[in-house]
């Protein structure tokens, strides 16, 4: 077997271990519009193998249903329509046992199509596309299972031993990083998305950013200051999206009889105040660091000192926009909306978090969400002007 195959299988191996903790019924439920049930992720990796590598280039490959191309496509408009997001929830069929013999399926032909694809070649670099799909959804599933365990109101434990154990925030220092002209970006020959391409020159300003992330116990001091109930921190956008969702805490915070405690993959426990904050918007992370007197940093001070300290436990907000760097430009077909379409709006989070599959980060990886959301596995990075 070669090495893609393993890769291949790897990959493919650790969605099913993700949901294999499972009960059939969490499969299928969508809470929010952000929240895919994890039957559709498990279903869409699958149509992403099976329409971009093998109805194209293995011959007379046969689909495993014709209508799944309606189900399990995401966002391509190149190929034609679909379920729209915020009606995944609504399917029962597909059930959760069509859909593991769709991924049988495929794996099959495809374990016969790689044994013909050689290293370096453009069904190669497709091949790696693939891979890092099905990895970034291997992080939406633990998002999008936290977020349907942890909105039943029985607070059902994913498992006791889990992905969130053991990660703790420190006392912070600040590491200094001079004024001058340094280059961003990523540039070689191993995978990479297209947005992290277009190595560039920017000139920085001198400044300051924190050794660690914000513990609880740091922005529990903001709670308890008053932090949510006082407009002079917030965006005009964030101070409305407090008040009309009646934001008082971090997602998954819940304050039962004057204590604090904290929806985990473990269960409803008790605040841990040495972990890092977690689940949190950039509204929140912003406000926060208007309530210290400091910033957040901009992604290009992020990756300039990502060398000198610690990163990993949590996707760190930053304070730029999501926007492609120099000379970018989106490859023709369908692949080209990988990305580049999503380049408004949003702001771009750097590092990875405890939820980020194997092999899956690297100091130029660029991740994008809107400000308000809060479910992914975000945190807090100070940054301050020298």
């Not at 007379?60 to 189900?71: I, R, S």
């Not at 794996?107 to 891979?131: C, H, I, K, N, Q």
């Not at 009309?244 to 405690?261: F, S």
Request: glycine share 6%; aromatic share 16%; with cysteine.
């Amino acid at each position: 077997m070669n090495t893609i195959s393993t890769q291949y299988l790897q990959t493919r191996a650790r969605s099913v271990d993700i949901c294999s903790r499972l009960e059939k019924e969490d499969y299928v439920v969508q809470p929010v519009v952000d929240v895919s049930p994890p039957k559709w992720h498990l279903g869409h990796t699958t149509w992403f193998f099976e329409t971009f590598i093998l109805l194209p280039h293995f011959q007379d490959y046969k689909v495993f249903h014709p209508e799944y191309h309606f189900v399990f496509n995401s966002y391509y408009e190149a190929l034609g329509a679909r379920v729209i997001r915020t009606d995944r929830g609504n399917l029962s069929r597909p059930t959760v046992d069509d859909v593991y013999r769709y991924r049988a399926y495929v794996d099959e032909a495809m374990l016969r199509f790689l044994e013909s694809v050689v290293e370096s070649t453009p069904l190669y670099v497709l091949m790696e596309l693939g891979l890092n799909h099905e990895a970034q959804h291997q992080e939406l599933l633990w998002y999008d299972i936290k977020y349907i365990l942890g909105h039943n109101p029985l607070f059902p434990a994913y498992a006791t031993q889990n992905i969130e154990q053991g990660i703790t925030s420190t006392d912070s220092d600040w590491i200094h990083i001079e004024a001058g002209v340094y280059e961003i970006g990523y540039e070689g020959n191993a995978f990479h998305f297209d947005n992290e391409s277009g190595k560039h020159r920017v000139f920085l300003e001198a400044y300051a950013i924190a050794t660690d992330l914000i513990s609880n116990k740091e922005y529990l001091e903001f709670i308890e200051d008053g932090g949510y109930q006082r407009f002079e921190f917030w965006h005009a956008e964030g101070w409305e999206w407090v008040q009309t969702n009646k934001i008082t805490a971090p997602l998954y915070w819940h304050n039962i009889d004057g204590n604090w405690q904290r929806y985990g993959l473990g269960g409803l426990q008790p605040l841990v105040i040495q972990e890092p904050v977690m689940h949190i918007s950039y509204y929140e992370a912003w406000a926060f660091s208007q309530w210290k007197g400091m910033r957040l940093p901009t992604e290009f001070e992020w990756e300039v000192a990502a060398a000198k300290f610690n990163w990993g436990k949590l996707w760190e907000w930053t304070e730029s926009a999501y926007l492609p760097y120099p000379g970018f430009k989106r490859v023709p077909g369908p692949e080209g909306e990988y990305n580049g379409k999503f380049m408004v709006n949003q702001k771009v989070l750097r590092g990875a978090s405890i939820a980020t599959s194997p092999d899956h980060s690297r100091p130029t990886y660029r991740n994008f969400f809107h400000p308000h959301l809060r479910w992914m596995f975000s945190g807090i990075r100070l940054a301050k002007h020298e």
